[in-house]
Every structure is written in C-alpha cells, then in structure tokens.
C-alpha cells in the first residue's frame, strides 16, 4: 500500500504527533489511518522535514501493529 501524507502535526506540550495517511482502496472508496504517538524532536528542523519524519514513524507504527494482529 501506498499511502499518502494528509496531515501531520506535532504537539511541543504533551509531545504527542498525529498523523493521517490515505489511500484509495479497490471500492472506489478512500482507506483512512490515523497515529497518535509519543514523539520528541532531538533537533531543531524545518516544518517540512518534521511532517516527513513524523509519516515515516507513522508508516513504520503501522507496520508493526499489523505484524503483531498477524500473531508473527
């Protein structure tokens, strides 16, 4: 799956990101994933490079939640 980047934001207080990732699926309809994670920047960066760090992490979360539904 291809997903792409729809929002990403990063919150200084509770250090908390979300991130929301789309695709279409084959119904003609539009696959919706959000994560909401613990997060915290280890140097200053652009805003551009925080969104594509924190759609990686995001990519990467999912990654991991559908091995461990997988029971591998």
């Given amino acids: 799956m291809a997903f792409r980047l ?3 934001q990063y919150d200084r ?3 908390r990101a979300y991130a929301e990732l789309r695709e279409d699926d084959a ?3 539009e696959v919706i ?3 909401i994670f613990s997060y915290r920047r280890t140097s200053i960066v652009t805003k551009r490079a925080l969104e594509q ?3 990686t992490k995001a ?3 999912m990654k991991r939640a559908s091995r461990g ?3 591998r």
Avoid: C, N
């Fill in 53 to 55: 760090d924190l759609a």
């Fill in 33 to 35: 994933v959000v994560a």
């Fill in 69 to 71: 539904l997988d029971g």
């Fill in 13 to 15: 207080e509770s250090r």
């Fill in 59 to 61: 990519r990467h979360l």
């Fill in 27 to 29: 119904d003609g309809g």
């Fill in 6 to 8: 729809v929002h990403a």
